[in-house]
């Protein structure tokens, strides 16, 4: 029994359906003749109607009134700065969580929170954890830093012209600093950190950006900044990209959870005993044994950072308020801890890098400007409201998860809620 | 200077909106009254309508009528399994791309692929990627392995029990095998591994789960198991949890990029010199340039294996077919790999924990419905294949990026695509 | 200030030694005429002799006769099996604590343990942990598991032939274990686990070691075993390597932290309040409250696992019984953990990847050999012992780090001990 | 065969050797009487007598003899700086490579370098990647960084005092960067940065330390700026600690990764065909497709960066040179290129983490004093060039272990070269 019995195992399965031969014809490439989507910037009811002319077989005309309905085309062309190759809506339910009081620097008041999501269970746990940190007067929160990065990299011979580079650099910062904000009237570049690995340089150029999320912002001014570089600094240079793969951008990172990226949130709220008890149908105790055991899972497990599902928290509050949902990947890490303050229980969670923007990406479009008008966090001045909004959506989830596995009531929420399927 | 100017700079930003004095006063609890949302787990126009009394202001009718819409309010109890408190639907374009060409294991054929995000050039992207990849004969893709996991935790008094326990577990894990098995017709447990950390002891419990994607199944089954345990171990036990925050559930970690979690595709296809530069605009020689400095940018930043934007494709695919949008967290992660074959570019990623299903989950949601269906993978027997084209629709993400950035083509896209903001 | 002053000044201070083209005179690659040594592998006066003749200038006669010293040279062929190019031997003092009381599965008693190091405070601080664990009854350890582990990669040219070939190696296992156990009495094929991506397979090979630490040992039957699938596989294969710098050697690693590579032990003391008072001149509460601090800390800054110097324990105990201080690298990980339990302290430690023979390697030579004979552990039969004493050492080492800096000492006991210099 | 069956071997192998009931027994802490060894700092002939009076059984005369030896016991005081309890010297091999030709930013002309292990084949195999570097025009380095780390960390009530905190520190840097420097004469204060996680706030100190390597000079540093602050700081401070178990120190993290702790270097060098093959016994494409599957593997595996054995070479000279051995286990991350130049091979390492001093530790012992006279660099103004010889054997290192992966020989130099064990 030298092979793990899963491996056998997965090869019965693969064999189970298959014999050799007619795999290997079956994964060979092939120049059968196909035609390919006309790429559509504009979306028109023409445009729709000719995809979906496309997509019946195996695609029925009940799928296409599902996406393609009437409201969603009552207006195509409103989704055409958002998407391409439009054609329809994808209806994410939303639910309500709240009143979620928060004493923030940036957020302050009772909040109603829209989460959009499939997940059985998902709103009514993070409600539950809402309502203990509300009853216990609240989460306090507050932004601690906010900082987009764009890492260009920039190759060369040899590690004597890359020093140079970065000499050069050093001197000519700030004509550089007005080429990137030249581009842009909401972004400013706080700082350019080179990092050399002998002869590549990448620059970790970090921006504040304003209302926005600020991913597109970012880019259009380091390129700017790139090109800058490249019309006037004499050392010479083998190549340059806009992005040497080291920001973080969409994933998970750990430079991102050593020097954050996008905005920097801490968010805590001190939970009377008499709450966890009545509300959380658990003990203090009981809730720090298993935070205990949750922290050395995360640990050995290899985890970047300690928590439990700040992506639930995430994704739903990204998806219902038109942030980009890919972003969860990275900023779906920190740390959530628990701690005894007498009879109460201290819970914190800091998250190094929630991107969101109360203006631009996905915020104009109707549904998700409602999500974002729920919160009373649209347009100018509230990204950061929005943020710290994002950090105790995810302590409430915290709360409530660790309070349901220490109850030994986690399974059972899911089994009754999502008892239908 | 010797504090970083950045921090300087952010702490002015705080004092200049606020005195000392009054950001104490505004982070302090309250105990002022509110009333919170009764839950709802059954949606009809009353509840919606008794939520959105609440929410005007700040939203207003508008807004309602932008979520709550009468395609939506035409049934809303059918997303009562998939949420609580419900409140109507967030719409999420969907651009669509393809043909493209998979000759998989288990998805064979030229499929369209429906994408939902907000984010402009997206779509355009992938499709790119797609029709060059289908040009080039198509992504071969292979699902090689499959195994939701749970990690329960036990905790001794002492490492000598923890012992007695593991021995216990393994004489008895055919009755514990069909303790959990018993609570679901698809899910197979095929391993349990115990991991010892003094008096803790984690059982890493792996299913494959059919045709779903399996967290609820594995959650139920392992739950069955854990009560087993507790109803006949006679080892000492202090507490038992379901999930010791080991499985990785909604995170990205090195557990699940060394030994999967979920779904693990490889996806590969090698593109002709030809098509590189037709198609792509640039040359094989500099998307290999590239794939070098952003390799070396995946390590210096920490990240879990060495891709460019998997997070993209996934959450895009994720919500236009009803998958959990926050497993993007731990999906978003494994190895994108470009090397030279003559004149071509042998291009390939492996996705080890893709968490979809053709089954459960939002998938029989009307518009997420529709999303299986144009790929034609909707119910029984699908999710593999479903599997499959998420690595493929990753791949085609992968060349498109990697050609744009080697072409300096990546900073236009997004300016000209995202225009009208 | 863009640019962070850490930069700037770093920039200066090698500006202050050069001016511009000096530097690139100086990095340039030069051709002048060289001898190189000669290489020796067997050790005797007249190569010593060679070799100092030739390190002269700089080096002087004392330095000659400070490593090529009476003992030393009284039989340098001693060496031989262990080193080349021999020129003396470098002479690393060695401190003694204890006794340590240890109630292993394996090691048993009151052990005296040599540690070797350089660093000051070292030696005191361990004994000082080990005087509290011994007083408080004493370290209980188990050796939870052990494997090390080659993993061999193979390179095909499509996913499919690397699909062909996991079944092959499935379906000859045993012949293939046959073959590796072949090259050694003492070793063990333990497992076998196909890791694939793409094209590319990697077979993690664990083996039992006996009592060497074996890496020598897994290396040579591992390389029988690929020797046996060059020879009779008919998959095509492009190449294979002996190691695809998967397997941890010599490195910390993710795959060592979750999965052990070397020998797996936790060892763990309850340390009475009476002697954290009294011994360690501090307080339970004190302690706690610090390694929630630390527990943050190995969090934030991304380490494997969380602990505070097992380096330390383990560089200082490898060396002065012979092991490979390389190790080091991939050993000193793992978990530290402190909990309350009434008013005691529940300390343990558990390290996935102890690296240590009681035979081979350096433990036959002289003073090594002393090393190991204080222990009481040398030769056959001894590694587990030896294993369950290193995790042990670290035990003690946490014990006194922490208490050391919760009661404010750290800096004290550096200062004081190092105060020669 | 739900459990795997290495798990079932290990339980089989612990019960082969004991029933249950004496393990329970054997593992129980005990209060048998001891008496501990009376703790010295200065080392004299009757200190170590006494101590081997102590060890005799289970050590013999023999084994005191090897270790306190004549030459050790004519000043045994001398290693009262260094150690404590001394009982003698253990004897490491030392082996010398070179001339290793290093062209240097700081590290210029050609080296002897002497390397102290008992791993066989090491010296051999680095010495040959010394030559094809030296042979190819040698190696090129650059000192990029400087920087060794302390973090303490500062715990408060509440977030709001956390963040008055900060502007505390911000506002007082220039005293506290006094009380620093006030401690040290080499040691320099370069940035403070402070990281909040709500109400705990590590400082990362960054100190250049002149030519020590300098982990006490930071610690003293860091603890006077820490009594400055807990003297005149008015904001309420629950615990203040030298280190927050975030600078990395003695252990490998991502921090030290991304942004170095200790000193930074890059080597180069970029081998000619000719020498691949002739003296390397490959091919520059040999070993370019090795070094994509080592990449690989490096990746899956979960190393931080991705080199083959940084490690083997870092402690074999900090050993020889009386640096601290430990510090290995940080040291040992970084990142090893390879790529074409036309038919040549360039080749790379960067280490961001190389702890070396010139003076201090164990640099004035005499065999270690030896060993830095070797390569010339003992004393004042020579740490710099310590680091960049220490990345260059590094790079030797590389070379010769790729080299040998790549052309079938690393297993037959390990069989031949440990021949006689």
């Not at 077989?57 to 055409?80: G, H, K």
């Not at 920001?247 to 966890?276: E, N, Q």
Request: aromatic share 6%; charged share 15%.
């Amino acid at each position: 029994m030298t092979i793990p019995s899963h491996v056998i195992e997965m090869l019965k399965k693969v064999r189970g359906r298959f014999a050799a031969e007619p795999i290997a014809q079956r994964m060979l490439p092939s120049d059968a003749e196909f035609t390919t989507l006309r790429p559509q910037r504009n979306a028109t009811q023409a445009s729709v109607d000719k995809y979906w002319a496309r997509l019946h077989d195996p695609a029925s005309q009940a799928d296409q009134d599902a996406l393609a309905d009437p409201l969603t085309m009552a207006n195509p062309d409103q989704f055409s700065a958002n998407i391409e190759n439009f054609i329809g809506t994808v209806k994410v339910p939303v639910g309500i969580i709240g009143p979620l009081r928060i004493s923030g620097l940036n957020a302050n008041g009772d909040f109603h929170v829209p989460m959009a999501t499939t997940e059985a269970a998902l709103v009514a746990s993070y409600a539950r954890g809402a309502y203990a940190a509300t009853k216990s007067g609240g989460i306090t929160a507050a932004l601690l830093y906010e900082g987009v990065i764009r890492t260009p990299a920039f190759v060369f011979d040899n590690l004597f012209n890359a020093g140079l580079f970065v000499e050069w650099v050093v001197r000519e910062i700030d004509a550089l600093k007005a080429a990137a904000e030249g581009t842009t009237r909401h972004g400013k570049l706080v700082s350019v950190e080179p990092i050399v690995d002998n002869n590549v340089v990448f620059l970790i150029c970090r921006y504040t950006t304003g209302d926005a999320a600020g991913q597109n912002m970012v880019t259009i001014a380091t390129n700017a900044l790139c090109e800058d570089i490249a019309a006037r600094c004499t050392v010479p240079m083998k190549a340059w990209y806009i992005e040497g793969n080291f920001s973080g951008d969409k994933k998970a990172s750990f430079l991102g959870l050593v020097t954050g990226r996008g905005r920097k949130v801490s968010a805590t709220v001190t939970l009377s005993g008499a709450v966890v008890e009545k509300t959380l149908g658990t003990s203090v105790q009981a809730m720090l044994d298993y935070a205990q055991v949750a922290n050395l899972g995360s640990h050995l497990s290899g985890q970047l950072g300690a928590q439990a599902h700040f992506a639930n928290g995430l994704a739903a509050l990204y998806i219902a308020t038109g942030q980009d949902a890919a972003c969860v990947a990275e900023s779906a890490i920190g740390i959530t801890r628990m701690e005894a303050r007498g009879d109460d229980l201290f819970c914190s969670v800091t998250l190094p890098n929630i991107l969101v923007g109360s203006v631009g990406g996905g915020t104009s479009l109707p549904s998700q400007s409602a999500g974002l008008n729920i919160l009373g966090l649209k347009g100018e001045g509230q990204a950061s409201a929005l943020a710290e909004v994002a950090a105790a959506v995810c302590l409430c989830g915290e709360i409530s998860i660790v309070a349901a596995i220490s109850a030994g009531h986690f399974t059972r929420a899911h089994e009754n809620l999502a008892r239908r399927k």
